[in-house]
């Protein structure tokens, strides 16, 4: 167990839905990033907050969003799914540089 | 988007072997370059981080060396178990998250 905890492991939905996706970073660890990895490509950065702040965005789609409460876990929220959003979502936490990443949420849109 | 690039691909090489890939990177806004291990269906380990400032951290046997003038890394295991086999990343952190797309080792009883 990493310390960084997602939910849930395995989401199956249809095109055009919306999903939550939950991540709870390790415990003291103000930072929480995303991270989306498709089947055709590596690891691709989404977006970082940092104490409930956004601190980077990546290549978030515009259908994406994500937010961290003030128990510093966060939620990555994405709509109007579509086929090619299915990949495998890791979410991170890190204490000065070292990130910790959690086990994942596998996304399958049908 | 920035290129971040590692060599070999794949690499087999026997039990007690020496390794290392390379990772090169953009120079410019350089903040931190980082090595991970992943395994298939599990999460990306870290195995060492050397920020801008000079601070570095590192576990198990792995060692790394960093150039951040001319943007490049080698990350180095001695002496390769059974259980090294995995791909590794390299990610580069400048104003953003840039990973590589890995060396996958195998490394042969």
């Known amino acids: 167990d990493s310390g960084v905890t997602q939910t849930p492991k395995h989401l199956i939905t249809a095109t055009g839905q919306r999903v939550t996706l939950r991540c709870s970073p390790r415990s003291g660890d103000l930072s929480v990033y995303w991270y989306q990895q498709s089947l055709d490509q590596g690891l691709q950065f989404l977006i970082q907050y940092y104490n409930g702040e956004e601190r980077a965005k990546g290549n978030i789609l515009e259908r994406f969003s994500a937010q961290q409460f003030p128990d510093l876990h966060s939620e990555l929220n994405l709509s109007s799914l ?10 991170a936490s890190s204490e000065a540089g070292w990130y910790t990443f959690g086990s994942g949420t596998r996304l399958t849109v049908v | ?60 046997r792995i060692s790394a060396t960093l150039n951040t003038k001319e943007g490049y890394s080698y990350l180095y295991i001695k002496g390769s178990q059974p259980e090294d086999s995995a791909t590794y990343l390299c990610a580069f952190t400048g104003n953003q998250f840039y990973f590589g797309t890995g060396t996958s080792l195998t490394v042969i009883p």
């Open chain 1, 82 to 91: 579509e086929l090619g959003d299915s990949a495998l979502y890791f979410c």
């Open chain 2, 1 to 60: 988007i920035l290129n971040v690039e590692q060599s070999p691909q794949s690499l087999h090489v026997q039990e007690g072997d020496s390794t290392n890939f390379t990772c090169s990177f953009p120079s410019s806004n350089f903040y931190a370059l980082h090595w991970y291990r992943w395994e298939t269906a599990k999460s990306p380990e870290a195995l060492f981080v050397m920020t801008l400032n000079g601070d570095e951290k590192k576990k198990g």
